[in-house]
Structure formats: structure tokens, C-alpha cells
């Protein structure tokens, strides 16, 4: 495997091949990506994750381009594990660890909500604003296909499952990124059986 400087490369080619794609496949996403160093411009970052995945909508499906993108999340222990934690351990039904994840904003943004069809909606800005920006990447100047933003699905998904004691699986619903700001990063899951 080649090395990666840039550590949200190097998290990328990871969980790829912990993914257990082929090496061809890999090598074909990964294309150019030990020339991004931790010093390289934010434009040229950008320019070069817009590219992967692009190939990866190229060369993966859903399901697969899901998976490997939930694995880069980032943020999953600390304070925030910790919080999930004592949501659990302090509430005892649904809709009470519901509304104190709701309330637990250093977790899940502005708002999380039980919808009418019983799937939950995780917010992280409140709607109306004129624009919006990525938290993850906020410098950047360029939209990323929608596949890049579950990576804060994965954060998401791995924080509420542990506050919520239910098993989730995420779409990511909009993004500041992937919408050029006209949108907020919304993610919706459900409860799975």
C-alpha cells in the first residue's frame, strides 16, 4: 500500500482495503493521492477527494461506497462516546434518550427528531439559514458528491446507536458540501430489526 500524508487520505485507502476490495480498484481510487501532503493547499485537497469519489460512484455500489465512507468517521470516542454512553445508561425508553440526544448538541447538531414513519432525522444546522457550511471541511470552495458526507454519517450513526441501544442504518439526506451551501447536513436512519 502506498503511503499517505494526508490523513483523511490515508483513512480513505484504509478502510478501502478493509472493505476488501481488490488492489486494482483501490489503486484506481486512490490515483494520486500520495501527492496531497498535510501541507498542500486546501484547494488541491479538495480537488483530489471531489475526484475519489467520483470514482468511487464510479466503481462502487451503494451499499459498498456507504460502508467504506461510515468507516472514516471521525470523533467516535472522547467525550462524545462518553455522553452517547450516559444517555443510554441514564434513560430508560426510546423517546427519552430520543430528547436527550435531541438536547446533546456537542453530538448531533442542531436537532434529532423522531419522524411520523418512526425513522429519526439528525439536523446539524436549523433550517432557513442563507448558506451553510461543512464542519468537517470548512474551507471548502467546491461541492463533493453526497458520497464523501457519510463519513459524518458514520459519526452520527455510531453515536446514536449507542445512545438510542438500537442497531441504525443512515442515509445521508442533504449537505452543506455536496450542495454547495444551499442546503443543511441532514441524516436520516432507521431502526433496524
Not at 483530489?48 to 459498498?64: F, G, I, V
Not at 440526544?101 to 432557513?128: C, M, W
Not at 442497531?167 to 445521508?172: A, F, Q, R, T
Amino acid at each position: 500500500m502506498s503511503t499517505y500524508e494526508y490523513g483523511r487520505i490515508a483513512k480513505l485507502a484504509q478502510c478501502l482495503e478493509e472493505a476488501g476490495l481488490a488492489p486494482e480498484v483501490i489503486g484506481q481510487i486512490m490515483a494520486g493521492g500520495e501527492a496531497i501532503r498535510q501541507s498542500s493547499s486546501p484547494a488541491a485537497k479538495m480537488g483530489w477527494l471531489k475526484t475519489a469519489m467520483l470514482r468511487m460512484d464510479q466503481l462502487l455500489d451503494q451499499e459498498t461506497r456507504r460502508t467504506v465512507r461510515e468507516a472514516c468517521a471521525c470523533c467516535l470516542g472522547g467525550n462524545r462516546l462518553a455522553l452517547a454512553k450516559s444517555i443510554a445508561k441514564r434513560y430508560a425508553t426510546l423517546e427519552e434518550r430520543l430528547q436527550a440526544a435531541n438536547e446533546a448538541k456537542f453530538l448531533f447538531g442542531h436537532s434529532v427528531t423522531q419522524q411520523e414513519d418512526g425513522r429519526i432525522l439528525v439536523s446539524f444546522y436549523p433550517a432557513g439559514l442563507a448558506s451553510y457550511r461543512c464542519s468537517c471541511l470548512p474551507k471548502a470552495t467546491e461541492t463533493l458528491p453526497l458520497t464523501y458526507c457519510y463519513c459524518c454519517g458514520g459519526h452520527v450513526k455510531h453515536h446514536l446507536q449507542i445512545a438510542l441501544g438500537h442497531k441504525l442504518s443512515c442515509e445521508v439526506r442533504s449537505s452543506a458540501l455536496s450542495s454547495g451551501g444551499k442546503e443543511p447536513c441532514t441524516f436520516l436512519l432507521t431502526l433496524v430489526a
